[in-house]
């Protein structure tokens, strides 16, 4: 199956600077990525996700890139805030029976993410 | 804007005893799942649910696991016998589902801690 492997497992910023997240996933059937935000407490949210006839997304200070390829895609923060402060997990999904918009996801192991004032 | 969301927000139980965890997805989706992260570890695919039946599940899912959709707001993970390795944070999820080819954003609940003592 699917094997999706994330790094770094934390990363330490200062405020303005900017944050890089990798990804890299084993299924070349694999066509759509996600990328979500948790909080301490809180649900996973989603982002920003990437579908694989797209090499680059970007919104407002998030972007993500993509090489299929490779097998593998980067979320990109600039110009960091303490609120940007999280845990993130990239997934990568393959599209299950029963078509449409039925697909599971398989996670990264997230990232901490800490971005000091 | 309209949330996930799962009952209780933490069930304690002896291994050995059946749990119930709740669910009430966003109203119009159609696909359904759920996923467990045990601590420190990856959130991981459990099962997914359309059109009233499992269209796929993890090697996770065994037969102590079962879902159910009894009404038209609920879905429903049952583990009928905990064991100590069921203990994690079990999180629903559903997706709208807009035909095929399309995307759409898993929106994940809460979460639901489970401790199997």
């Known amino acids: 199956g699917e094997n999706v492997e994330q790094h770094p497992s934390t990363l330490s910023v200062q405020e303005g600077d900017s944050a890089v997240i990798k990804c890299t996933y084993s299924d070349s059937a694999s066509n759509y990525f996600p990328w979500y935000k948790q909080e301490l407490g809180k649900r996973p949210q989603l982002i920003i996700d990437?579908?694989?006839?797209?090499g680059e997304k970007k919104d407002q200070r998030i972007a993500v890139t993509l090489n299929k390829t490779a097998k593998h895609f980067s979320l990109h923060i600039t110009e960091t805030q303490p609120e940007d402060s999280a845990v993130y997990f990239c997934a990568a999904s393959i599209r299950l029976v029963g078509g449409g918009s039925n697909y599971k996801l398989t996670f990264g192991k997230g990232t901490l993410l800490t971005v000091n004032p | 804007e309209p949330e996930v969301t799962q009952t209780p927000s933490h069930q304690v139980t002896q291994m050995g005893q059946e749990v119930i965890l709740r669910c009430v997805p966003i109203s119009n989706h159609l696909y359904f799942y759920w996923y467990r992260q045990i601590l420190g570890q990856k959130v991981e695919f459990l099962v997914s649910f359309y059109n009233n039946e499992i269209s796929e599940k993890s090697e996770i899912f065994d037969d102590q696991f079962s879902v159910e959709r009894p009404d038209g707001s609920n879905f429903t993970l049952k583990i009928r016998s905990t064991k100590l390795e069921d203990s994690a944070m079990y999180f629903c999820?559903?997706?709208?589902?807009?035909?095929?080819?399309?995307?759409?954003?898993?929106?994940f609940g809460p979460g639901t801690r489970l401790t199997v003592l």
């Open positions: 999820a559903s997706t709208r589902g807009a035909g095929q080819g399309s995307y759409n954003e898993q929106f």
């Open positions: 990437i579908r694989s006839n797209v």
